[in-house]
């Protein structure tokens, strides 16, 4: 077996093919003068299983065509099975049609990936579950929060709350409530459809001294959690630690979060982080071992 990795995140791709005992791939990414991606698998692998990683993450449509140009690569190169480790799943929040004349993108990215005859994709916490239904191909979606929570544990970091940051993230902010067998409250956002902009309306519970967890699926703006950090510390919380699985890294969001009130943000590697950057509150914890664990249970 082979690991093959887009541009998109070359270090996880490289901790997967360790924990697997696996060879990378050679492949050479380029671009055409016309702006074209231009992709060259330098292997001899004819009749051999592969495994591509890429997320769709900035700038999503170069990696989704990437991705898609390695995977026909490999088939044209004769491999018979391919597994797409697709950690963050860009597209995903488009999961409905808000508001009439949009497309259902989600479906649409679903459609694309169908057609590249690939045998199974592994992905992590996708923005709502029912994407897994818009693909007709084995399909597994993996929980950083797992991941997340045993490191917490693993640290010793006390928490007396958890705090979900809206409704939709009532769900995951439970298990994390249940594993640190800790009161949950919940957060009442409002986010301005045209700019965007978010705003807190109201805790649900006592934060008081407490030491909180916020915890959500992505970061994107930062909007849902500097707000929320501010909120809470005019509220009086003593200490407070938030987690996503997926960080988009977008332009200024983590130097925004740095001198936020917030004391330390988890994140895992599904979004690779930008290589000249450094910060303060910031702890990335990998998701190489669950995903090379779940390739091989499929292999
Ligand atoms: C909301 O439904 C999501 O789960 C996140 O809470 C949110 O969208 C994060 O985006 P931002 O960082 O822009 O507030």
Request: charged share 25%; proline share 4%; net charge positive.
């Amino acid at each position: 077996m082979r690991v093959f990795s887009g541009s998109s995140n070359p270090d996880l791709a490289k901790k997967i093919a360790r924990k697997l005992q696996a060879k990378l791939g050679k492949v050479e990414l380029s671009c055409f003068a016309n702006g074209e991606t231009r992709v060259w698998v330098k292997e001899d692998i004819s009749n051999g299983k592969a495994v591509v990683v890429q997320s769709f993450s900035y700038p999503p449509d170069e990696h989704l065509i990437e991705f898609c140009l390695i995977v026909d690569a490999l088939k044209r190169l004769g491999v018979k099975k391919i597994t797409a480790v697709i950690p963050w799943l860009g597209y995903c929040v488009q999961d409905r049609v808000f508001r009439p004349g949009e497309p259902l993108s989600s479906k649409v990215i679903a459609k694309i990936l169908q057609t590249t005859k690939i045998s199974r994709i592994i992905t992590l916490d996708l923005h709502n579950q029912v994407i897994e239904g818009f693909f007709d191909l084995p399909f597994t979606e993996l929980f950083g929060t797992y991941t997340i929570i045993d490191y917490l544990k693993e640290k010793g970091v006390i928490l007396d709350t958890i705090v979900s940051p809206d409704v939709g993230a009532l769900k995951k902010s439970n298990l994390f409530s249940e594993s640190f067998n800790q009161p949950l409250v919940v957060i009442n956002k409002k986010r301005d459809l045209k700019s965007g902009k978010v705003s807190i309306v109201s805790v649900s519970g006592e934060v008081k001294g407490k030491k909180v967890l916020i915890t959500d699926d992505f970061i994107s703006t930062g909007g849902t959690l500097i707000q929320t950090a501010k909120f809470l510390k005019s509220k009086g919380v003593k200490r407070i630690y938030a987690c996503a699985t997926h960080h988009f890294y977008a332009q200024g969001v983590q130097e925004k979060i740095e001198k936020s009130p917030l004391d330390m943000l988890y994140v895992t590697d599904t979004i690779q982080k930008p290589k000249d950057k450094k910060y303060k509150k910031l702890k990335i914890i990998s998701v190489a071992g669950l995903i090379a664990e779940t390739i091989r249970k499929y292999k």
